[in-house]
């Protein structure tokens, strides 16, 4: 990414990788990419979080590495664990003496680590994800690693990353993050897009929906946004929405076709309680008369 020279590059480049982003992202991200800088990016799921990471892997020709975060995550599964197995075999053997039990060669690389000893000539993007997941003990281990990209191993000393991997960490917000590893960041929340924004992703995305009926999908699915819902759809839902339709033959969108195909846009059977029947007729005919009055405006 070193020859994107300004913020309307990347974004350039990026829509030619089929990934749409805000100004705001692109200014975040690129800071990030000069100034070798992790960037934190909070917002509700399927907003395009993850996707900026393999993006940027993509763009690039870097390695991605990846490290899903989840409840009881440690060491041993986010940076290194040791070989015990293939020391106990060796001890046996007589190969190995307890003066040389902890070396490199019994190291197990998990991600962090795979990321601070990589040798190619790109540093890899390591994607940390839904850090919210995480317990509060794993950012205080993150502090280290995001300051001076280093991990310190007891037996071995610290090991030093010879170039900064780029950095994304992800995070759906259901619990806070410490300021002390925020500000190790920078940081942006990414929104749900606009119209305009998510009828481009749209047809970057889903391109034998035709225009029309991705019209009408994103136009009600941005009104089920405003919704009460309990959790509302995101981009990726969108998406799947536009594919399912085409895999149904579908041309418009009619209350019964979103009754059938309710369940790819929400996850929870209140939400979807909530809107099938007349709610989805009444979202249904806004949207005609939303479109309706766009195409007599552009008359």
């Known amino acids: 990414m070193d020859d994107i020279v300004s913020v309307e590059a990347l974004k350039t480049a990026l829509e030619e990788a089929d990934y ?89 690389a998990r991600p962090l680590l795979q990321a601070v000893n990589h040798r190619g000539k790109k540093s890899p993007v390591l994607l940390i994800d839904e850090l919210d997941r995480a317990d509060e003990a794993f950012e205080a281990y993150l502090l280290e690693f995001l300051s001076d990209w280093q991990i310190t191993v007891p037996e071995l000393g610290t090991l030093r990353a010879e170039t ?63 919704e009460n819902l309990f959790k509302a759809p995101g981009i990726a839902e969108t998406i799947d929405w536009a594919q399912a339709l085409v895999e149904l033959n579908c041309v418009a969108v009619d209350p019964q076709t979103v009754e059938s195909t309710m369940g790819v846009l929400l996850k929870y059977q209140d939400d979807i309680a909530r809107i099938q029947g007349s709610e989805a007729a009444r979202l249904l005919a806004e949207v005609q008369a939303d479109m309706l009055a766009g195409t007599l405006a552009a008359r």
């Open 20 to 108: 749409i982003c805000s100004d705001g992202l692109a200014v975040a991200l690129f800071l990030a990419l000069r100034q070798h800088r992790p960037l934190f990016l909070e917002g509700e799921a399927g907003v395009g979080k993850t996707e900026i990471a393999k993006t940027l892997a993509c763009l690039s020709g870097r390695p991605l590495i990846r490290l899903q975060c989840y409840e009881g995550l440690d060491i041993s599964q986010a940076a290194y664990e040791w070989n015990y197995a293939r020391q106990m075999v060796d001890i046996q053997a007589g190969n190995l003496k307890s003066d040389n039990l902890f070396t490199a060669d019994y190291l197990i």
């Open 164 to 226: 900064p991997p780029i950095v994304i960490i992800t995070s759906n917000r259901t619990r806070e993050i410490h300021d002390a590893l925020k500000r190790r960041c920078f940081y942006h929340w990414v929104d749900y897009p606009d119209l305009r924004t998510e009828l481009g992703i749209l047809a970057k995305k889903a391109p034998q929906a035709g225009p029309d009926l991705q019209q009408q999908l994103v136009r009600f699915v941005q009104k089920l946004r405003d």
